[in-house]
């Protein structure tokens, strides 16, 4: 079945250092979405890319999904302390149904 | 903006016991909702997918005997862990997905921390 690889599985930084955290399928995706989960929380809807090539920004975090359609990136510049939590990226298979990464844990060095 | 609530949010059990977690979608229906379950530290391990009015679909290596999921309502579903013991302890997550023209947003409920004692 599809596989969604994501890489590193742990990134601390200092505040105000940029983030990347990168996302691979084992097949081609129709589409990706990105959540956050805050530390002890539930994950919150980011972001859904669907082109190929897309690359979207809100405020300091920039998505992008591959020409190929396999894989995707999630980029936070400058980071704040409520940047905290764990990015998730998750493949779409069939209408609904999420495939999910296994998530990059970041923590902030105030 | 849409809300998904969860019940209980926190759960002990003794072994051998059921327990019954319940997910509502509380502004939009949900035909369909997600039950995932994650381990400390670990990504979302989706369990399975409940169909309104219809059986529940399992994700491969869940046993359907013992995660029984009834999905009785356009704004409930229901996941009951039969016979829990200490290695199902565990979060487990439900996720309803509301949206068209393509985008299907998921919006996931608080989650129910389970411990089996």
């Known amino acids: 079945g599809q596989q969604v690889m994501q890489i590193p599985q742990y990134q601390h930084v200092q505040e105000g250092e940029d983030f990347t955290t990168y996302c691979n399928s084992s097949t081609t995706l129709s589409n990706i979405q990105w959540y956050k989960q805050r530390p002890g929380g539930h994950p919150v809807f980011l972001i859904q890319?669907?082109?190929?090539?897309e690359v979207k920004k809100q405020k300091r975090l920039t998505f992008q999904f591959g020409e190929a359609k396999k894989n995707s990136s999630l980029h936070i510049t400058a980071t704040q302390t409520t940047d905290v939590g764990t990015y998730f990226c998750?493949?779409?298979?069939?209408?609904?149904?999420?495939?999910f990464g296994q998530g990059t844990r970041l923590t902030i060095n105030p | 903006g849409a809300v998904v609530s969860q019940h209980p949010s926190r759960v002990i059990c003794k072994s051998g016991t059921s327990v019954k977690i319940e997910c509502r979608s509380l502004d939009f229906q949900a035909t369909t909702m997600f039950w995932y379950r994650q381990f400390p530290k670990q990504s979302l391990m989706l369990m399975a997918t409940?169909?309104?009015?219809?059986?529940?679909?399992?994700e491969q290596g869940v046993e359907k005997d013992k995660f029984l999921i009834n999905h009785a309502s356009l704004t409930l579903s229901t996941l009951t862990v039969t016979s829990a013991h200490p290695e199902d302890s565990s979060f487990y997550i439900c996720?309803?997905?509301?949206?068209?023209?393509?985008?299907?947003?998921?919006?996931f409920g608080p989650g129910t921390r389970l411990t089996v004692t």
């Open positions: 996720s309803a997905p509301r949206g068209g023209a393509g985008l299907y947003e998921q919006y």
């Open positions: 409940s169909n309104e009015g219809s059986k529940a679909t399992y």
């Open positions: 890319l669907v082109k190929s090539g």
């Open positions: 998750a493949g779409v298979q069939g209408a609904q149904k999420l495939v």
